[in-house]
């Protein structure tokens, strides 16, 4: 059995190896007979294609090596050939040959100059080693004769270029010195084009400061026109020898690459563009449309039921912000580079910064919004904001501007007067009227029948109060202390902004009037050296003598002189 075994595997490996060989036998057969058939087919066109290079024929060329025609192939060797004679020197070891399947190459570094095979050999009756060297010998007589003409071209030309950059720099320093000349003596036509262009606001005896900052100019644009030159004199030199031609090449690629994808960018946007420029047109049209009617809204031309004239203007601004933001919407995916990366974390590190950094801003947006619609003030209103009190004069979003008594402008954050308390005088006063209070103190020695005559009396002399039915000026007890009684006194007025001056009249006319009645008025903080039996009450005729002026000897008497003084004529009297 193991013997069978055997048998049957030496036979297969047997008949495995006679068909391969076999097979490599009918395909070198086959290849044989290729060969032998074009070769046998060529042999008698006699048809020879030179490789002809400025009027000079190189070589000939004797068969295809591909699928192009004789003609093409004659056409790409010329090409060749060409590119060998644009390198500046010529080495004949660099010179060598090469076999390549069925043919043998000729080639120059990692140039192909040209390739030939059998038929070649059959047509010129040599040997593979003979048209070698014939063709190598060939190629070494044309590039020795042509090769050295051209370098001495390129030679004559790069001192050519010498020779126009040594002239246009002269020629741009002869024109900056002469520049620089004229500015300085032309002095005053440069102080005059300065102050026209309002660039600097000098004075005539400045003139010189004008001209030496126009002087610095045309220096730096001197040196910036001859850096010009230098950048693009070097690259065209270099560009004229073979192995200083990629340095050229890229030295003029770093200027016009980006300035030729720049031009490429701004004809690929024009279409975004056009998008952009007709939604801002139709925009802006909308928009004068939004502020047209809310200007008529404002004057009173259009109304609308429980929409008041102050309101036209912030709600009109809230409107354009909601429809410039829903503009942004619109054109941020036509900008461009919308789509990149880095725009996008640009973006998100802006808004990060804005919602960090303006808390307290949109605070007081909102606050003003909902300040708006709630109507606690408006200009021209007396408000007490804690304790601020004044006028409003401007009030926006953001906050709120009050002129005080002393003309003393105060900007108070609207965030400030929503979280907290505000008063406002005037609507009050023009609702229900204003009512204007003073309090003071009175002894009990005195009937509080007098003391309520009195205060009405004071407040019948004030301008600026009401006195009509239903609001008339009232008296209230205040409290009932240890030493005296605290009165009060009310008034109406309609004048909320003249409050203080009313208020002030009206303590003037209480004085006045206790005064005359010979009541004194008490205080938790009044102090007087007395024995009890004079009254505190300034003497009419005192209070007429006319203050001592600059210059006179006489000093004004303390009070309590007075006082002992008006006790001991009192003695003298009884």
Not at 280 to 289: E, P, Q, V
Not at 311 to 340: E, R, V
Not at 389 to 402: D, P, S
């Amino acid at each position: 059995m193991t013997r069978f075994i055997c048998i049957v595997i030496i036979s297969v490996i047997y008949y495995a190896v006679n068909a391969q060989k076999s097979e490599t036998d009918s395909l070198s057969k086959l290849h044989y007979k290729r060969t032998v058939y074009l070769i046998d087919s060529l042999k008698n066109e006699h048809r020879v294609y030179p490789v002809i290079v400025n009027n000079d024929t190189v070589f000939n060329i004797y068969e295809k090596v591909s699928s192009n025609s004789m003609s093409e192939r004659a056409l790409l060797c010329q090409q060749r050939v060409k590119q060998l004679l644009e390198r500046d020197f010529f080495y004949r070891d660099s010179l060598k040959h090469e076999d390549s399947l069925d043919f043998i190459l000729i080639k120059y570094a990692d140039l192909t100059i040209t390739e030939f095979g059998a038929i070649t050999t059959q047509k010129l009756r040599s040997s593979n080693s003979q048209v070698t060297k014939a063709y190598k010998r060939k190629i070494i007589t044309y590039l020795k004769k042509e090769q050295a003409q051209l370098l001495l071209n390129k030679t004559y030309k790069a001192l050519i270029y010498i020779g126009l950059f040594i002239v246009l720099f002269i020629t741009i320093r002869f024109i900056f010195s002469f520049l620089r000349k004229l500015i300085a003596k032309n002095d005053n036509l440069i102080y005059r084009f300065t102050h026209l262009l309002k660039i600097y606001q000098l004075k005539e005896e400045d003139k010189e400061r004008a001209v030496n900052t126009v002087l610095k100019i045309s220096k730096w644009l001197h040196i910036l026109t001859v850096g010009l030159l230098i950048y693009f004199m070097l690259p065209a030199m270099l560009r004229i020898f073979y192995y200083t031609k990629s340095v050229g090449d890229k030295l003029i690629s770093y200027f016009l690459n980006p300035f030729i994808e720049f031009l490429h960018s701004i004809i690929a946007y024009l279409p975004s563009l056009i998008k952009i420029i007709i939604t801002i047109i139709i925009f802006r049209i909308f928009m004068k449309l939004v502020s047209f009617f809310f200007n008529e809204l404002k004057d009173g031309n259009i109304k609308l039921s429980g929409f008041y004239k102050e309101w036209a203007t912030p709600t009109g601004n809230i409107i354009k912000f909601l429809l410039y933001a829903f503009l942004l919407t619109i054109l941020f995916p036509l900008l461009p580079g919308a789509d990149s990366q880095t725009f996008k974390g640009v973006t998100v590190f802006l808004g990060l910064l804005i919602s960090l950094g303006s808390t307290s801003v949109i605070a007081n947006g909102l606050s003003g919004i909902i300040m708006t619609y709630m109507r606690p003030f408006k200009i021209g209103d007396r408000i007490e904001v804690d304790t601020v009190t004044g006028i409003v004069v401007q009030k926006n979003l953001l906050i709120t501007r009050v002129r005080t008594p002393k003309n003393v402008i105060v900007t108070i954050p609207n965030s400030k007067i929503l979280s907290g308390h505000s008063q406002n005088y005037t609507t009050a006063a023009e609702r229900s009227n204003l009512i204007i209070h003073s309090t003071i103190t009175i002894g009990y020695d005195v009937d509080w029948r007098t003391v309520h005559q009195l205060l009405l009396q004071a407040a019948k002399n004030t301008d600026g109060l009401i006195e009509q039915i239903g609001k008339e000026t009232f008296v209230l007890q205040k409290s009932l202390d240890d030493y005296y009684v605290a009165y009060e006194v009310n008034a109406y007025t309609a004048k909320a902004d003249k409050y203080i001056i009313i208020q002030s009249e009206l303590h003037k006319n209480i004085l006045e009037e206790f005064n005359k009645a010979g009541v004194e008025i008490m205080s938790p903080h009044y102090r007087a050296n007395r024995d009890g039996e004079a009254i505190a009450i300034p003497d009419k005729s005192q209070s007429e003598t006319p203050l001592p002026t600059a210059g006179n000897d006489e000093k004004p008497m303390d009070i309590n002189e007075k006082i002992n003084k008006k006790a001991e004529e009192q003695d003298k009297e009884a």
